[in-house]
């Protein structure tokens, strides 16, 4: 797949952009600040149904349309798949309401059809990488537990559902804590929260095994290649459960080798799951907010039995995350039978040439990579002779003759 126009309004920097792209490698040449990193996010946005770079949709309208009565951004793309075109749509639009405070409305159409976020899953495959990418194998797992949701949100809209529904009922369930620890009541009240994140998160837990078992198989082929056989990668999966649960749910949600295989039993891993909220009813109902489940889980970076999010190096931390994007675009077209396209932010900048030859070399393995850079002397002159290159200043895009 690939994109053949993209279409914004308002978005970040851009006031106004129509443009159409080639099935081909594509860089996107500037100076810093001009524009660049906001494309390659408006296209993630599309795909993903929110930004890579932010929790807040308010931030991607454009300073102009905020200050000049019409808060609104606009995103839109037409999509060439194998067998047919696409056209996906998402509109913010910021109003007034008469108490005073402001709302954003968030609508979203696939082909021309209002749809809800989870049905955008399969429409649009992207594959992003970004220099802060890097912190991600060191950074808080909330960053890492992002990461996978936002792969599996672009195969599986059921997913995204029990994501979205399993978020909601802590937020509700963290609030009867509190409420319950304060002034007392009747315990009854958790019961139905507690049974509806048994049911999201058992689903959430396995959907997120079974992908990193994938992504981890894949991810050490590419790294052992980039460096030689020398090191192996492993991604190790840790759920988040009481420490007194059953062995058949550390068994089950994988806490032991992957290579151990059996049929999940889901009924006994809820059961677990509702048992385990017992169990810790009363320290919860203490701190006022709910301490396990999937919200709580933790993925690692494991090479030669040292965990690089504390040990490694820049450079191993750096050769772990290309790995693992490499393991994301192999992942979602075996998932979507589509090469997805792929967005790589300053990606050559802290590469060495091995590696650097490396990803260039992957890049015909795509429909579409769009690349964006300061500096294109980093690109060899053989490659930059394949691309099509246009100049980024200040939200206006020129094609380079």
């Known amino acids: 797949m690939y994109i053949r126009n993209l279409s ?22 500037g100076a810093n600040a001009q524009g660049k990193t906001s494309l390659l996010e408006a ?12 929790n807040t949709d308010q931030q991607l309208i454009h300073w102009s349309a905020a200050t000049s009565g019409m808060p609104f951004a606009q995103v839109q793309a037409e999509v060439q798949k194998q067998q047919h075109t696409e056209v996906l749509e998402i509109v913010l639009q910021r109003s007034q309401l008469s108490n005073g405070n402001t709302r954003l409305d968030k609508r979203i159409r696939v082909n021309q059809k209002a749809v809800r976020r989870a049905a955008l899953a399969g429409h649009l495959n992207v594959v992003v990488f970004m220099p802060g990418d890097v912190a991600l194998v060191g950074g808080p797992p909330s960053a890492r537990r992002r990461n996978l949701d936002n792969l599996l949100s ?7 559902t029990a994501l979205s529904e399993y978020q909601r009922t802590i937020s509700r369930r963290n609030a009867l804590l509190r409420h319950l620890g304060e002034r ?33 198989s894949h991810a050490d ?39 151990a295989q059996s049929p999940v039993d889901v009924d006994a891993l809820r059961q677990a799951y509702r048992e385990m909220f017992l169990r810790r009813r ?8 709910t301490l396990t489940g999937p919200h709580r889980d933790e993925i690692r970076f494991l090479s030669e039995e040292v965990d690089l999010g504390t040990y490694g190096s820049r450079g191993e931390q750096r050769t772990a995350i290309l790995a693992l994007r490499l393991a994301e675009l192999r992942w979602l077209q075996q998932q979507t039978g589509e090469a997805p396209v792929l967005l790589l932010d300053e990606v050559l900048a802290e590469l060495d040439r091995e590696r650097r030859k490396y990803l260039l070399g992957l890049v015909n393995q795509v429909e579409q990579t769009i690349l964006a850079t300061t500096d294109v002397e980093m690109f060899p002159e053989a490659f930059r002779r394949k691309t099509r290159q246009f100049e980024v200043a200040g939200g206006i895009i020129t094609p380079v003759k």
């Not at 007194?244 to 994988?254: E, F, I, S, V």
């Not at 009363?282 to 907010?289: A, I, P, S, T």
């Open 184 to 216: 007392r009541g009747d315990m009854a009240q958790l019961d139905p929260l507690e049974e509806q994140l048994a049911q999201t998160g058992v689903m959430i837990s396995l959907y997120r095994r079974r992908a990193l078992a994938v992504l981890s």
């Open 43 to 54: 296209i993630a946005y599309l795909a993903l149904g929110r930004s890579p770079l932010t």
């Open 154 to 160: 672009q195969v599986h809209p059921e997913y995204i």
């Open 8 to 29: 914004l309004r308002h978005f970040r920097t851009y006031a106004r952009l129509e443009i159409d792209f080639p099935a081909a490698p594509i860089l996107l040449l």
């Open 221 to 259: 082929i590419f790294h052992q290649e980039m460096t030689g056989g020398a090191a192996w990668l492993r991604l190790a999966y840790r759920p988040n459960f009481d420490s007194l649960k059953p062995p058949a749910l550390d068994y089950q949600l994988g806490l032991l080798p992957e290579v």
């Open 282 to 289: 009363q320290e919860e109902l203490r701190r006022g907010v």
